[in-house]
């Protein structure tokens, strides 16, 4: 046995929160749970946790007790414990929460030379409305004359972007299963996949190759009150037949995939809409019934469509962070709740911290409030995108992006 290493004979889960050895051990030694994803890096290690849905930055130290299965440190080991990189379940998952994702000594936010993620649109085509759409203007002038050539440049393109992690989205890429189901097939054989959709359509088609990848579904509620949601998201009549609910659309490709055992995150935009303490605990509550884990709250930012004059009304109040923090409170404190795992994004925009694949192909970056900008044209070339990911994305605020936000409030 390892120096340090800690056995279920003399540190029993039950009479302790420390740390034991993983019944799932092949060689005696701690592992990560099952599809984990590390990359090195200079400063340690990038970790994926698909089921999620989240990174974190280990340094050189936590990267080695990973590698090595060697649990001396057991703070350390605690801590890649409640963070969902090693199954040890004598740490409670109630203990977590999201926060800033580096594990070890950081003095400052690590630099990343390749992307942590590329997002890949299915389609141009969503079958919502939504006031705060931050895709419009990727989505609306592409529509017209979408092709199956389109979905075989963002495929290379996509699958050439050195990111761990490929966000199929759009446009809605439940609309479009058939370019959706390429896209996995095509970029899961190097990144974990996320699914990004409204929940508007029948997403049964796209289970069987989300479940062969171990992929992630993120799906968009904005309240428990249908009236409530259907406002914030309505449907666009052209893609859906009148009176359809976009609320209980979504219910149901939750269920469906929850009952196929997908990892599913329900997302929330906040917004004067549903900026509400029993609302959004309302809607917690409704999660949690639902069997969902993992719940991420988005506050709306003045961007995309909610840049607009008369979308202004959809932005919250300036007390929305406090206001989040007494929801945050009373679920923690709420034992039915306890499992829920809750992530509040960080409330600035970051111009170029996001890099896009369009529904032909191109690359884009996201520049915030100035909307998205073509960087470069469609291409397998893989040293050409890690260029552009170091020239044009800005790397800090990539890394911010996606390792927990730089807003203390959620540090
Ligand atoms: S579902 Fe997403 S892509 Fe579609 S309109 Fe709403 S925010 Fe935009």
Redesign the pocket.
């Known amino acids: 046995m390892p120096p340090g290493l800690i056995t279920e004979a003399n540190d029993p889960p039950e009479t302790h929160r420390g740390v034991t050895l993983s019944t799932q051990s092949h060689s005696g030694q701690v592992r990560r749970r099952d599809g984990v994803r590390l990359r090195p890096e200079p400063f340690g290690a990038l970790v994926y946790v698909p089921d999620r849905d989240h990174f974190v930055a280990l340094d050189r130290k936590a990267a080695h007790l990973l590698d090595t299965g060697d649990v001396e440190n057991r703070a350390l080991a605690a801590e890649l414990v409640r963070v969902g990189v090693l199954d040890i379940p004598s740490v409670p998952e109630k203990r977590f929460r999201f926060g800033r994702a580096l594990i070890g000594d950081f003095p400052d936010l690590p630099e990343v030379t390749e992307p942590l993620v590329v997002n890949a649109f299915a389609t141009a085509l969503?079958?919502?409305?939504?006031g705060?759409?931050?895709?419009?203007d990727l989505?609306q002038p592409f529509r017209a004359g979408e092709t199956d050539d389109d979905v075989d440049r963002v495929a290379m393109t996509a699958a050439a972007v050195p990111a761990m992690v490929a966000v199929i989205?759009?446009?809605?890429p439940i609309l479009r299963p058939d370019r959706t189901e390429r896209l996995i097939m095509a970029l899961a054989p190097e990144k974990a996949i996320v699914i990004?959709?409204?929940g508007?359509g029948d997403i049964t088609p796209l289970l069987p190759a989300l479940k062969s990848v171990q992929g992630h579904l993120r799906v968009?509620v904005d309240s428990a009150d249908a009236a409530v949601h259907d406002r914030l998201?309505p449907i666009?009549p052209r893609l859906l037949a009148r009176g359809t609910s976009s609320h209980a659309a979504a219910w149901t490709t939750i269920r469906r995939a929850v009952a196929a055992d997908i990892a599913t995150t329900v997302q929330t935009?906040v917004s004067s809409a549903n900026e509400d303490r029993a609302a959004l605990l309302a809607l917690a509550r409704r999660l949690a019934g639902e069997g969902i884990r993992q719940w991420v709250l988005h506050v709306a930012v003045p961007a995309?469509?909610a840049a607009e004059p008369r979308s202004h009304r959809l932005l919250p109040s300036g007390d929305v962070s406090r206001l989040l923090d007494d929801v945050l409170a009373e679920i923690d404190a709420d034992a039915t709740l306890c499992g829920l795992r809750v992530r509040v994004t960080a409330t600035h925009t970051s111009p170029n911290a996001v890099l896009l694949v369009g529904s032909r192909g191109d690359v884009y970056a996201e520049t915030g409030p100035g909307g998205k900008v073509r960087v470069a044209a469609a291409t397998g070339d893989r040293d050409t995108l890690r260029r552009l990911f170091q020239d044009r994305i800005d790397r800090r605020a990539h890394a911010d992006r996606y390792l927990g936000g730089t807003d203390p409030q959620w540090a």
Do not use: I
Not at 126 to 130: D, G, I, K, Q
């Open positions: 969503c079958p919502l409305r939504c705060y759409c931050h895709a419009d989505m989205t759009g446009g809605d990004d959709t409204s508007a968009s998201r666009n935009v995309g469509r």
